[in-house]
T-cell receptor, first 115, second 113 residues
Framework: AQTVTQSQPEMSVQEAETVTLSCTYD???????LFWYKQPPSRQMILVIRQEAYKQQNATENRFSVNFQKAAKSFSLKISDSQLGDAAMYFC????????????FGKGTSLLVTP | NAGVMQNPRHLVRRRGQEARLRCSPMKGHSHVYWYRQLPEEGLKFMVY????????ESGMPKERFSAEFPKEGPSILRIQQVVRGDSAAYFC???????????FGSGTQLSVL
């Protein structure tokens, strides 16, 4: 079974600064996807970024980027120029490739952004 | 294109009653997933359905829980004889299939009194 571990229950960052959220996972698969989801107080799950395991290049979406270390099974999220609207729960998730498999989520990291 | 629609947003039931949670996937999506989120926890997979078929129900409790995704209409997650431990947020996600990304609804918060 695949497991996803987020070792930081809470993180805090000042507005305009950079923060990195950690995620490690365990799998015996070679082909899979990794995700970061944001869950604000509205409860809506919002996809932040997605990484295909076969791609060596780290995914980037505007202020959000990942550091994907396949050998180490590590997938951290970096948020640059943090904004107040970034405050939310962040969940790391894993999904096997090849059609239709469910997501496995970590327990989440609560991000607080201070002015 | 409307997103994934879940209703109701909040549902209150007394112990022993039945809860029915509805999910309308995005237009063109034929794959539906149900997840449960307990307080202070991540989402846990429950069941994966395609139209009229249950593909993977490995995350579903063996008793009292069932799910369907009929040819017409929304997907339904049904919980019979609810207990307090069923109190959670239940999320539905849909995708067009393959390795396409999942889109989530806003969830139904079930409270069992």
């Amino acid at each position: 079974a695949q497991t996803v571990t987020q070792s930081q229950p809470e993180m805090s960052v000042q507005e305009a600064e950079t923060v990195t959220l950690s995620c490690t996972y365990d799998t015996s698969e070679s082909d899979y996807y990794l995700f970061w989801y944001k869950q604000p107080p509205s409860r809506q799950m919002i996809l932040v970024i997605r990484q295909e395991a076969y791609k060596q290049q780290n995914a980037t979406e505007n202020r959000f980027s990942v550091n994907f270390q396949k050998a180490a099974k590590s997938f951290s999220l970096k948020i640059s120029d943090s904004q107040l609207g970034d405050a939310a729960m962040y969940f790391c998730a894993y999904r096997r490739a090849n059609s239709g498999y469910a997501l496995n989520f970590g327990k989440g990291t609560s991000l607080l952004v201070t002015p | 294109n409307a997103g994934v629609m879940q209703n109701p947003r909040h549902l209150v039931r007394r112990r022993g009653q039945e809860a029915r949670l509805r999910c309308s996937p995005m237009k063109g999506h034929s794959h539906v997933y149900w997840y449960r989120q307990l307080p202070e926890e991540g989402l846990k997979f429950m069941v994966y359905l395609q139209k009229e078929n249950i593909i993977d129900e490995s995350g579903m409790p063996k008793e009292r829980f069932s799910a369907e995704f009929p040819k017409e209409g929304p997907s339904i997650l049904r919980i019979q004889q609810v207990v307090r431990g069923d109190s959670a947020a239940y999320f539905c996600a849909s995708s067009p299939g393959g390795d396409e990304k999942l889109f989530f609804g806003s969830g139904t918060q079930l409270s069992v009194l």
